[in-house]
């Protein structure tokens, strides 16, 4: 691990400092497990600064921090016993995690986050709005419920990779919204593996009021697209960047005004779906049993309008 | 468990190792400030304490930090004023008459302590509770729930949900806030923004602001490079910030286009997945279970992919000029097909 430098360390103590202030004092091995740093380097860095002394040099010109034994201890009237303010990042930090904590199921509108968010804007002066909002399917109450229960249930999912409704009995196991989607890990019992659904795509919940010992899941993991998918080369114009930002892709190379991209696609249903909404310019170049399918698939869909 | 010490003061600590305050001032000025930790420290302490700014030979000539006002010593004095900032350690300057131009500096305590937040202890486990639940990427959290204090840092609840961090968030953030318009590049050309608000929608972040020439919405991950503050306080952005006024959430509605209103047969397949999500519009159910929705439509490209995403599931009844802009786009990418 790369050595911290001198703002690094800087930044560290100056929150030790007011931490250990609050408390009381503390000892070198409560400060180690709370900051994650060795017990020695605690030593080292209060060590250092409990020498830091400005004129005229008395006590009260000190940090009032001294390392008795393993102790450290602190002049209740030490300097620095407040905070540094919080920083740009770290104001934003803490209010776009509470917001969105506020949003997730089971959050209470009236508690007492509602209360340390708006003390917290009043604090840093806040005028500048930060709206976080999230989607709340209509599956996600009862799928929450059977993972706070470890209740065993029957879904009605939709798979749009195939287009197809199907009914699956999973053991869920977590939820956790990421990219703007929820979704449900669970251990499906169909295909006897752990399985993600996305929350939106669950049309019916059904209890089965059997519980299940699987342990908590730690999220599903990041969309990685399915090694057994077909790998599939495009060409895209470059009004259809917006492909390369919201899918997986491989190479992406620009050539001329566009694109040629690289991607492995689960099913021939998803690929009908992009080249529809990429239009005209857009074709796919490999592999060769693939190169008609969007003029195939247009030609499919006017024949609706007659 | 280990214990926790008492509270003392100072004068108790007869143990405590020696600390330079029982060293000669002249013995001090001979000693080697080793450690940078140690030279910033007590520049922060210095420029905390006093009652008046300082110049730079002021410094010199109370503290032990620089030796003297060599060119050597003034470059590390400029070098550790830059680190106390890039820590986020507002150092206020000022040139005052009779000091020859020189510059003065101090580190005034309103703009270094973090203000009493009055937090109660629900209120601030709470706020490690929220943090705890949402992986914001970064640990810009977690530095600022170890300054809140209190609770412990042992995650209390599993994270249930991950958010996009961007480099230019705290930054668009902190100019709104001073009322400083942003200057940054976006779809190849440079804009100058007022902020109004920001908001985060669909697992991305989007900046509301007048760029000159209207209110426009820009998705904060497309920015191009970095952003760059101006002068605070150039502007008042109007009124309070809507972001379902400044951007629908249906994608249908976003845009200057005429408004129109598309009927759309879905098939039994998909229409009680269209009617749950879009929660409603159903003007006429058919025997064989499909049914055809009136939607309201401003932005045709949108629709155009809301449509295509049901595929054969989804055919337009009208009006005749949206069924002729969706023929239109399919007849192209068949024609495009012949000339493969």
């Known amino acids: 691990m790369a050595r911290p430098t001198a703002e690094q360390r800087l930044t560290r103590l100056l929150a030790i400092i007011p931490w250990v202030v609050e408390r009381g004092g503390a000892t070198l091995y409560e400060i180690a497990e709370r900051f994650d740093i060795e017990v020695s380097e605690v030593l080292k860095e209060l060590s250092l600064v409990q020498c830091c002394e400005i004129p005229p040099y008395g006590p009260e010109k000190t940090l009032g921090i001294a390392v008795v034994d393993g102790d450290v201890l602190v002049d209740p009237a030490a300097m620095l016993d407040r905070p540094l303010r919080l920083g740009p990042h770290e104001g934003f930090g803490l209010l776009a995690t509470g917001r969105l904590a506020l949003a997730v199921p089971g959050a209470d509108p009236s508690g007492a986050l509602v209360g340390a968010l708006e003390k917290l804007e009043a604090a840093l002066g806040e005028r500048a709005p930060v709206v976080v909002e999230i989607d709340r399917p209509a599956a996600l109450d009862s799928l929450q419920a059977a993972v706070d229960g470890s209740e065993r249930v029957l879904i009605e999912y939709y798979a749009a990779y195939r287009d197809e409704v199907a009914e699956r009995t999973v053991d869920p196991t977590a939820l956790v919204h990421r990219d703007g989607n929820w979704y449900l890990q669970a251990w499906c019992h169909q295909v006897e593996a752990d399985r993600t659904f996305r929350v939106d795509r669950v049309e019916r919940v059904e209890r089965t009021g059997v519980r299940h010992e699987r342990p908590a899941g730690d999220g599903p993991d990041r969309y990685v697209p399915d090694e057994d998918g077909e790998s599939v080369v495009l060409s895209l114009p470059g009004e259809a960047r917006w492909i390369t930002e919201t899918y997986p892709t491989g190479d992406v190379a620009e050539v001329g005004d566009g694109l040629e991209v690289t991607m492995i696609v689960a099913s021939s249903v998803f690929l009908e779906r992009l080249l529809l909404r990429a239009g005209s310019e857009a074709r796919v170049i490999a592999p060769p049993h693939l190169t008609g399918l969007g003029p195939a698939v247009a030609g499919r869909l006017l024949e609706r309008y007659g | 468990m280990i214990g926790r010490p008492d509270p003392i003061s100072l004068e108790d600590l007869a143990d405590a190792p020696a600390s330079r305050t029982d060293i000669s001032h002249r013995a001090r000025t001979m000693l080697h400030v080793a450690d940078r930790v140690e030279r910033l420290t007590e520049l922060m302490m210095l420029l905390l304490d006093t009652s008046m700014s300082l110049t730079f030979d002021d410094i010199v000539q109370r503290a032990d930090l620089y030796g003297d006002r060599s060119e050597s010593s003034r470059k590390s004095f400029e070098r ?40 109660s202890e629900a209120e601030r486990m709470a706020l490690h509770l929220g943090a705890s639940m949402v992986r914001l990427d970064v640990a810009w959290d977690e530095a600022a729930l170890v300054k809140l204090g209190g609770a412990s840092p042992v995650p209390l609840a599993p994270v249930v949900a991950e958010m996009a961090s961007l480099d230019q968030l705290p930054v668009l953030h902190s100019a709104m806030q001073a009322r400083s318009p942003v200057t940054f590049n976006y779809s190849g050309r440079k804009r100058v923004v ?32 970095g952003v760059k503050p101006g002068e605070p306080g150039s502007y008042e952005p109007p009124g309070r910030f809507d972001a379902v006024a400044a951007m629908p959430d249906d994608p249908m509605l976003i845009g200057g286009g005429d408004p129109s209103t598309a009927s759309v047969l879905i098939d039994s397949v998909m229409a009680g997945r269209v009617e749950r999500l879009r929660g409603g519009g159903v003007i006429e159910r058919r025997d064989d279970g499909s049914v055809v929705f009136e939607i309201e439509v401003r932005n045709l490209d949108a629709f155009r992919s809301w449509l295509f995403g049901l595929r054969d599931h989804a055919v337009v009844l009208g009006p ?13 990418i068949v024609d495009a097909g012949e000339h493969i």
Do not use: C
Not at chain 2, 97 to 107: L, V
Not at chain 2, 202 to 223: C, H, M, P, Q, T
């Open chain 2, 80 to 119: 550790d004023k830059s680190s106390l900032r890039s820590m986020g350690i507002r150092i206020t300057t000022e040139v005052a008459e009779g000091d020859r131009g020189a510059t003065r500096y101090t580190i005034r305590p309103q703009d270094y302590f973090l203000p009493d937040l009055d937090l």
């Open chain 2, 320 to 332: 005749a000029h949206v069924v002729e802009d969706v023929v239109a786009w399919l007849t192209s």
């Open chain 2, 194 to 225: 007022q902020g109004h608000g920001m908001f985060y929608r669909e697992g991305n972040w989007y900046l509301s602001g007048d760029d000159g020439e209207a209110v426009k919405i820009f998705r904060i991950d497309r920015i191009e490079g």
